[in-house]
T-cell receptor, first 112, second 111 residues
């Protein structure tokens, strides 16, 4: 059982480049989400999904797109990277009935 | 806007000491409250989940309590060990499963 798997673990982008952070879970969880963690600010919710075909915005959605075509995968797309998007990104998943949330190992993104 | 505050921001204790980490939140209409552990360069590991109808949960040397009326939760760690050194995060959970996090308490247990 792999749990929540994120790739890549480290990435350096130039301003204006695009990229996709991948997230996959093998626990058949309905709920998946993306958070970013910045020093002194805690984790903040970017986007979330309560099932395939359903996505919604979190606290800090600007500059990010998501889609949920399957239960297992929830990619996060940066269309035009900005230095303000330098952060650590965490994907999370859980059952829809509000129990324990499981996190991936994180993706460290630097935009120069 | 929901706010979650954790005090202290950092704590250093000698091995074997009992300690309490504090978490306060402004929105009493929470669904659940979770405590997480984060090791440097790693993801978050769930330690304890307290559902809104519960007042506390225990796992081994860890005990977490929840007082919704006062907007507070505490994490009690008994007989601390160097392996407990990590950052501890509390987060309250909405009905949609979304989590609102505090900024964490960085714990160092000195051998």
């Amino acid at each position: 059982n792999a749990g929540v798997t994120q790739t890549p673990k480290f990435q350096v982008l130039k301003t204006g480049q695009s990229m996709t952070l991948q997230c996959a879970q093998d626990m058949n969880h309905e709920y998946m989400s993306w958070y970013r963690q910045d020093p002194g600010m805690g984790l903040r919710l970017i986007h979330y999904s309560v099932g395939a075909g359903i996505t919604d915005q979190g606290e800090v959605p600007n500059g990010y797109n998501v889609s949920r075509s399957t239960t297992e995968d929830f990619p996060l797309r940066l269309l035009s990277a900005a230095p303000s998007q330098t952060s650590v990104y965490f994907c999370a998943s859980g059952r829809r009935d509000g129990n324990t949330i499981y996190f991936g190992e994180g993706s460290w993104l630097t935009v120069v | 806007k929901q706010e979650v505050t954790q005090i202290p921001a950092a704590l250093s204790v000698p091995e074997g000491e009992n300690l309490v980490l504090n978490c306060s939140f402004t929105d009493s209409a929470i669904y659940n409250l979770q405590w997480f552990r984060q090791d440097p360069g790693k993801g978050l590991t769930s330690l304890l989940l307290i559902q809104s109808s519960q007042r506390e949960q225990t796992s081994g040397r860890l005990n977490a309590s929840l007082d919704k009326s006062s907007g507070r939760s505490t994490l009690y760690i008994a007989a601390s060990q160097p392996g407990d050194s990590a950052t501890y995060l509390c987060a309250f959970q909405t009905g949609a499963n979304n989590l609102f996090f505090g900024t964490g308490t960085r714990l160092t247990v000195i051998p």
